[in-house]
T-cell receptor, first 115, second 114 residues
Framework: AQSVTQLDSQVPVFEEAPVELRCNYSSSVSVYLFWYVQYPNQGLQLLLKYLSGSTLVKSINGFEAEFNKSQTSFHLRKPSVHISDTAEYFC?????????????FGAGTRLAVHP | NAGVTQTPKFQVLKTGQSMTLQCAQD?????MSWYRQDPGMGLRLIHY???????DQGEVPNGYNVSRSTTEDFPLRLLSAAPSQTSVYFC?????????????FGPGTRLTVT
């Protein structure tokens, strides 16, 4: 079985400040790792993913996440946030084999960017 | 290309009523799934399907029914609505094979059961 823990339910931050959203997971099998973003009143969108290879993955809008196998973490970071980054962010895992893309989500972190 | 569509966007039911939440995708994806989103709990998998005619239970299937007669459609049925089913429901789809990891989500249906 898998589980995902997002350590902060809410993160308030000022515009142009750096931010880190923390995610830890537990799994007895190898997993893929994801960050999804949900803007207000919308569905979820894939932000970035780790499948294999380089442990540092980046999105097109400046977010990055690093897979740390020893600490079973996949924290999301951005060096300078914008008002438009205000959203809820979900960390998720999926078993690599036989999972048929069964996503297991964390509870979410609400990022509020203030001017 | 509409992606994943869901109807209705909002619904209010009385306890004991039944209804069907509709989900359709036009990307020819084999895999489709239903999640419910509750505050502080993230999204939880209700049912999923790996192709037409094949469905299986997820983490929280009780009180819900699904069928998959076509690749495009994956309706979710509430048999006898209960206040505990008040939630936001999301449908998602994904391809199989090399890109099966990326799921595409619909805009959601907000359901209130009184």
């Amino acid at each position: 079985a898998q589980s995902v823990t997002q350590l902060d339910s809410q993160v308030p931050v000022f515009e142009e400040a750096p931010v880190e959203l923390r995610c830890n997971y537990s799994s007895s099998v190898s997993v893929y790792l994801f960050w999804y973003v949900q803007y207000p009143n919308q569905g979820l969108q894939l932000l970035l993913k780790y499948l294999s290879g380089s442990t540092l993955v980046k999105s097109i809008n400046g977010f990055e996440a690093e897979f740390n196998k020893s600490q079973t973490s996949f924290h999301l970071r951005k060096p300078s946030v914008h008002i438009s980054d205000t959203a809820e962010y979900f960390c998720a895992v999926s078993p690599i084999s036989g999972g048929y893309n069964k996503l297991i989500f964390g509870a979410g972190t609400r990022l509020a960017v203030h001017p | 290309n509409a992606g994943v569509t869901q109807t209705p966007k909002f619904q209010v039911l009385k306890t004991g009523q039944s209804m069907t939440l509709q989900c359709a995708q036009d990307m020819n994806h084999e895999y489709m799934s239903w999640y419910r989103q509750d505050p502080g709990m993230g999204l939880r998998l209700i049912h999923y399907s790996v192709g037409a005619g094949i469905t299986d239970q997820g983490e929280v299937p009780n009180g819900y029914n699904v069928s998959r007669s076509t690749t495009e459609d994956f309706p979710l049925r509430l048999l006898s609505a209960a206040p505990s089913q008040t939630s936001v429901y999301f449908c998602a789809s994904s391809a199989t094979g090399q890109h099966s990891y990326e799921q595409y989500f619909g805009p959601g249906t907000r359901l209130t059961v009184t």
